[in-house]
């Protein structure tokens, strides 16, 4: 398989400098000023495969942001190499910006007050796609996303979902190799969500288009990235499959057990206790060792409900960030 | 009970402040207009000794005074009230014990004096740094009499600038009347040209109309070019207009009042 | 050629949007008209006090008039409605969907919008001038037409250059609009006649801040002998303008993509 982007001890440093206030204040700073180094990215590598679908996560300001704007040619990086689809990235050539598309949950950039299609035809003119490709493509997203009543309706008019699925469609008409996708789930209902997430994975499996994605709901990326690179105060605390993540910082199951009659007394031989109330107990229990211990509370209590479930991938994840701090 | 309102008014001269570099660009807005006026009189006067009883000093010294008042006379902005009409914004005032008039008048007169004041000392400085010929008064009283026809024209600038953003009850989208006001009244006023320099027909219109005693009437005394006599019957008209203006907004204002809670605004 | 075609599509795009607000439109062109009556009203006046202006009669003076207004249309119509936005690209961020896009960005940013009530506009300030040339108040010949031509275009790129390179500081500052209304009202100067300004102002207008060229110099072209050296150099003006300005916005670019975050 292709490896579309290499990156090499990535660093990235803001620089800014502290301002005392008022006018004086200004004065002083133009003669001496004082710089802040703000270190967003310490020096980060990972290599990322063709048709590789990768959740980016981590907290606000760990260098989500920044790894996307660098990698997609918005920033250029202090220190560190990068490659992407074998071009470098901040030289923006057009082959390289033809090849790539970046949606943000926040921005829009569909035009407010025209129909989607006006937008579309521009993208059109703009990465010149030819007429038949256009209409195939714009035919199967629209079709996919079931949107195809929507596009001759001023943007204005539509809800945040039906414009975050146009954005889609407008970043997607060009067949982009790589897709760059900032929180596109953000503010968006329950259902649209879903819909969202069912789309992008439908589209990555048909496609093998790349698509690196960070969302702050770790429900999209269970269900859509099979590999996770997480991210904290600029480093990289892990780059692996999502399996191996469960694997390697929460080995355990919970358990959840109801008593008919008390919680009998020495329960913590079986597991680490989570939480308990008056008839029920919630236990961490090593992963090798649930079985067993299922079938020996069985035999040992009376018991009216047993429920073993994975560790939600959302205390894993606190967890890991947790120990780093 | 006046205090309140004299809150209003510097607040909204602070928030004024806070954009400096706007602030001194809106400076240079009105000084470079000026230059190019008083360079094109300063062309104009040198085949001509008088124009219709100007010279070429008291040419200059009328735009001089009509850059200097036109912020504070101004029924330019308009934009407060047809906004909250609009967006239907205006429901907050009604609902707090501030008459929402005062309110605006009070805003107003912030603003207006904040420019006002530095105005005055951009355009000393223009004075003395071209050189200007300022026509000063040779008769001291007239000074006091300009001044008491200043602050009656800021009454009636904040007046019809008022009456004129009630429009807005009645017109629900923009329509123009912003530009006809923006291009017809500095002609109105005086602003654009003396208006004793417009053919006679225009004259006559134009003083049959309140705008006139917003720029145009206070710089004639300044300049000295009317009798004390006319003096007093245009503080009197200007007192009437004044009235007249007043009365007419309370009336718009019911009108338009029932009008926006009659709509559900 | 592709960057035509673009042009065009933009051109279509804006022209759907415009009918869609079609009672702004109207207002848009009334305004114009009023702006340009004005105008004329003025020096109307001033002319029934006296024939001339330091030497120009109405009828110079009415070119003057209509050729500063169809270059203040021209720049309205294609370029000012962009130049705005350039401060809120970079507040906003969507300066980064144009960057990621295959297409020059400068090209994108000055180009996108065009206002069609401005490009409509157009019609009141040739009148004037086609009415000037049929009653015989000014004679054109091909080749001072042609010359006529050249200097209106080099009018409007010097206010293109200025105009960009002034939007472009709201990379650094915030209140770049401010900036932008100061040279709006610099550039309205233009529409008087250079004689107004003397000494030192002459020399100020012409080359440290070009407004007397912009509109004065094609009309000068018309109603008296121009000289070539005047001709070139408000070509090579034109042409330094637009190619500092260009390496200007390139580099806000740059410093834009190393210091956002």
Known sequence: MNTVIKVESLQRVYRSYKKEPGFVGSLKGLVKRQYLNVEALKGISFNIQEGEFVGYIGPNGAGKTTTLKILSGLLYPTAGTVEVLGFTPWRRSNDFRRQIAFTMGQKEQLWWDLPAMESFLLNKEIYSIPQRAFNDQLAYLTELLAVKDLLDIPVRNLSLGERMKLELIASLLHRPRLLFLDEPTIGLDVVSQKKMRDFLKEYNRREKTTIIFTSHYLKDIEELCPRVIIINAGSLLFDGGLDELTRKYSPHKVLKLTFTDGIPAGIERYGEVIGQDELTVTLHVNEEGVAHCARELLGNFSIEDISIVEVPLEDTIRKIFLTQE | ?265 | MRYLKLWVFFLKNCLLREMEFRGNFVIEIGGNLLRLGITILFFQVIFLHTPTIGGWDIHITLLLVAVNQLINNLYNAFFRANIYQISEYVREGTLDFILVKPIDPQFFTTLRYVSFSALFSLVFPLLIIFYLATAGKITFSLPIFSLFLLLLLCGVAIRYAIGVAVMTLSFWVTEAYALHGLYSEFFSLSGYPAVIFRGGWQFFFTFIIPIIVVANFPVMAVTQVLSPAAVLFAVGLSALLLLITRKFFHFALRNYCSASS
């Open chain 2, 1 to 265: 009970m006046f205090r309140k309102y004299l809150k209003v008014a510097s607040v909204v001269y602070q928030e004024g402040t806070q954009y400096r570099l706007q602030y001194v660009a809106s400076f240079l807005c009105v000084i470079f207009p000026l230059l190019a006026v008083v360079f094109l009189w300063r062309t104009v006067f040198q085949d001509i000794q008088m124009i219709e009883g100007f010279t070429e000093s008291m040419m200059i010294t009328y735009y001089i005074l009509v850059a200097l008042l036109t912020d504070l006379v101004s029924p330019g902005i308009m934009m407060y009230i047809t906004e909250d009409i609009r967006e239907g914004t205006l429901s907050k005032y009604l609902l707090r014990p501030i008459s929402r008039r005062w309110y605006h008048f009070s805003e107003e007169i912030g603003i207006s004096l904040g420019y006002s004041l530095v105005a005055l000392i951009v355009i000393l400085g223009f004075i003395f740094l071209f050189a200007v010929d300022f026509y000063f008064p040779a008769n001291l009283l007239y000074i006091p009499l300009f001044l008491v026809s200043v602050g009656l024209s800021m009454v009636l600038g904040t007046g019809l600038t008022y009456l004129f953003s009630l429009s807005a009850f009645w017109l629900e989208e923009d329509t123009g009347l912003d530009y006809v006001l923006e291009y017809l009244v500095p002609i109105l006023t005086g602003a654009l040209i003396p208006l004793a320099l417009l053919p006679e027909f225009v004259y006559q219109v134009a003083s049959f109309l309140p705008f006139k005693y917003l720029l145009y009437f206070p710089i004639e005394i300044f300049l000295e070019r009317i009798t004390l006599s006319e003096i007093g019957y245009g503080l009197f008209t200007q007192i009437l207009w004044i009235g007249v203006i007043y009365l007419l907004g309370a009336w718009v204002w019911r009108r338009g009042c029932r009008r926006y809670t009659a709509r559900g605004g």
